[in-house]
Each structure stands twice: as structure tokens, then as C-alpha cells.
């Protein structure tokens, strides 16, 4: 699968940075700055650190860290002095109170005025993302008659490429504004959640429509390539629920939780491997310590699986389970449409002037198994549609 999004953003690599970053990560990088610095002077040989009236000090890590915050924040009060590559510390920590300061006051004045702006956004996101569903399921519903068997008036190709046209264009504007504006993260979780599901629904109806016994090979072709699109769309979307944390300090708690939790899937799990073909007695002590670990395993999973829950993976689960399904049955199955197929690659003349590998070569062109290739060239002679005259 590609990248979900090639066009370019729409503001700047830092400006995407700074807009992500939090108040907690603001204060949590200046505590960084401070300490790292304080440890620095603490540590580092005299002649390089500090020096008072002139002469080089030892300090101790309050008088460390005092100097940092004095020069951090640019008072520079004058009693304390940096010496040596202590200058050059020095002047990291006060561009970093510069820039750490200069963003922070940005992010407290612009707050209301972005919070207003993120309101209009929403309702319009949301706006838009409910007339989608609701025209989709305006056009779902038409195919669910054709299907039920109340055909009348309903053009089964035309509805579904109109609907085919309708899913490309909502995705459109889905995966460009979960890309470029966070969509996916700002209080559209009930419209995404309705979408989702309508999709779900499509997708299920397309399926039911090509296992119809129906000669129309272009409908029976869109509405398959429709069911499979459907769940390519449905994974890529998944990649941005997956990136929703909003700040890099919960980004980074995410990461280390993920780590931690799957290191010890990986040791329970080998664990439980060595013991697992070895011969216990029942009510052993062994064979208890090995149905605890089987436990611990299935509460850790269980416990991932509600940490990366939600909507978007159960829909997207269940429609790559219904594309998985619907593979397999168009690669085994014979329909209608595949028989004209089959019909259109067969060469004219008798079945003695044939290619040997005439199987393989239909097969290869269809995405079918040679079996299936062959069963249709049978049902084909039956019907007295093949040999070709």
C-alpha cells in the first residue's frame, strides 16, 4: 500500500512540529535544558564551569541550577559567570529560553483564537462527513433492492459506478484533511464512526452483488474492484487513527508502553513454548505455573487489544476478513461473468489446435487457479459455446 498522502503540506516541517507540541511538552523540554545544564556545571572540571568575581568555582547543584534558570530566562544577574566551554553551554541554554519562551507566549495568545478556528472546522468536517454517508447510503440502498430481487428501475452499473465515484471522492477529502488538518483527532469520532460502518455495509453489498449469478461482466467487475477498494481505503485510514496521540509526551509514554507490553508478549510467549511440549502431571506444581503464564499471555493480549481498540479496527478488521473471503471465492468459483471471460481468451478453432498451457495462460491473466480455467473451458464445451467456429 502507498503512502496515504503524496501532495505537500500545507504549512512547514517546524511549523507542523511546534503546532503538535503541548504545554506539557514545553515545560517538560525546559526542565530538560535546566537540568542538563545544572549537571553540566556540576560535573564538568573548574576552569570550564563557572566562576565568581572572576575566579573559577566549584558549585554545588543549587548554584547550578540557579545560574540556569537566571540565564535560561536572560536576567543574567552577573554574581555567577560561565568560563571556558561553559560559555558555549551557556549560550545553548539561552537560545533555548528564547525559543522555548517565544513559543510558549505563542501558544497563549493564539489559544482562544485557535480554539475558535478548530470549532468551525469541526462542524463543517462534520457536516461534510454526514452528507457523504447519507448519499452513500442513498445509493447502498438502491443496490440492497436490486439484490433483495425488486430490480425495476434500478441500472445496476451505472448506480455502482456513481457510487464507486462517490466513495473516491469521499476518501479524497477524508485522507487529505486527517492528513493536513488532523481530522481524525478533533471531535469527528461519531461522524467517522457512522461513515465507517456505512462503508462496512457497501462493501458487503457489493460482495453479495458479484456472487450473483448476473452475465453482466462490467458490473460484476465493478462491484468486486469496488469491495476490494473498500478495504484498502479502510487500512489506510487506519494509519492516521494509529498516529492520534496529540502530544509528543504522550507519543513517547504510547511508545514505551507498546515496548514494554510487547517485550514481555515475547518472554511470556517463549516461556510458555519451552514447558508446552514437556509431559506435566495434573495438579502438578508445573502445570499450574504454566496455566498462570497461558493467563498472563491472554490478559497482556487482551489488554493490547483494548489499547489499539476502536471503531476504525473492528470495521477495518471485518472488511479485510469480507475482501480475504471474497479472493478466495472469485478464485474458485465459476459465475457468469468469469464464463464470458474465460469465453473471450479461449482461441477460435478446434480444442486440438490449442495451446498446452492454455489453463495456465487464462489462469494467469484472470487471477485465477488453473483449475477454475479449466472447469470453465468444460461447462463452456457443455454449453456448446466452445470450440469457437
Known amino acids: 500500500m502507498s503512502e496515504p498522502h503524496g501532495k505537500g503540506v500545507l504549512t512547514s516541517r517546524g511549523g507542523r512540529i511546534m503546532e503538535r507540541a503541548s504545554y506539557i511538552d ?19 572540571p573548574m576552569g570550564h564551569g563557572l566562576a565568581s568575581n572572576g575566579k573559577a568555582i566549584s558549585p554545588d547543584f543549587i548554584e547550578a541550577l540557579y545560574f540556569c534558570i537566571v540565564t535560561f530566562t536572560t536576567l543574567g544577574y552577573g554574581d555567577l559567570s560561565p568560563i571556558g566551554t561553559g560559555r558555549l553551554v551557556a549560550t545553548l541554554i539561552v537560545m533555548s529560553g528564547l525559543a522555548l519562551a517565544a513559543l510558549l507566549i505563542g501558544k497563549f495568545a493564539s489559544e482562544r483564537q485557535q480554539s475558535t478556528l478548530l470549532l468551525l472546522y469541526t462542524s463543517d468536517a462534520q457536516r461534510r462527513l454526514e452528507s457523504f454517508t447519507d448519499q452513500i447510503e442513498g445509493q447502498r440502498t438502491q443496490l440492497e433492492y436490486w439484490v433483495s430481487g425488486s430490480r425495476n428501475g434500478v441500472r445496476l452499473h451505472d448506480t455502482l459506478q456513481s457510487l464507486e465515484n462517490l466513495i473516491e471522492a469521499t476518501f479524497s477529502y477524508v485522507i487529505f484533511n486527517a492528513n493536513q488538518a488532523r481530522l481524525v483527532e478533533f471531535g469527528n469520532a461519531s461522524a467517522l464512526k457512522s461513515l465507517y460502518r456505512e ?36 487500512n489506510v485510514m487506519r494509519r492516521f487513527h494509529r498516529k492520534m496521540p496529540g502530544s509528543y509526551a504522550s507519543m513517547a509514554i504510547g511508545k514505551i508502553r507498546n515496548a514494554l507490553l510487547h517485550s514481555c508478549l515475547r518472554c511470556l510467549a517463549r516461556m510458555y513454548a519451552l514447558g508446552k511440549h514437556r509431559r506435566t502431571l495434573e495438579g502438578s506444581r508445573k502445570l499450574m505455573f504454566k496455566k498462570k503464564i497461558r493467563k498472563m499471555i491472554l490478559n497482556l493480549e487482551s489488554f493490547v487489544a483494548e489499547v489499539d481498540a476502536g471503531v476504525h479496527v473492528e470495521v477495518c478488521r471485518k472488511m479485510n476478513l469480507v475482501a480475504s473471503d471474497l479472493n478466495y471465492w472469485v478464485q474458485r468459483t465459476v459465475t457468469p461473468a468469469m464464463l464470458s471471460k474465460v469465453l473471450k481468451l479461449v482461441p477460435p478453432g478446434q480444442p486440438m489446435g490449442w495451446p498446452k498451457d492454455l489453463n495456465a495462460q487464462i489462469g494467469e491473466k484472470l487471477q485465477i487457479t488453473n483449475a477454475l480455467a479449466r472447469r470453465c473451458i468444460k461447462i463452456l464445451r457443455q454449453q456448446n459455446r466452445l470450440p469457437k467456429t
Do not use: E
Request: proline share 0%; glycine share 6%; with cysteine.
Open 26 to 44: 514545553l515545560f517538560f523540554a525546559t526542565g530538560c535544558v535546566l537540568l542538563l545544564g545544572s549537571f553540566y556545571y556540576l560535573w564538568i
Open 199 to 234: 462503508l462496512a455495509d457497501v462493501q458487503a453489498t457489493c460482495a453479495s452483488i458479484h456472487k450473483c449469478a448476473i452475465y453482466d461482466v462490467a458490473a460484476s467487475d465493478c462491484a468486486l474492484d469496488l469491495a476490494l477498494r473498500l478495504s484498502g481505503l479502510m
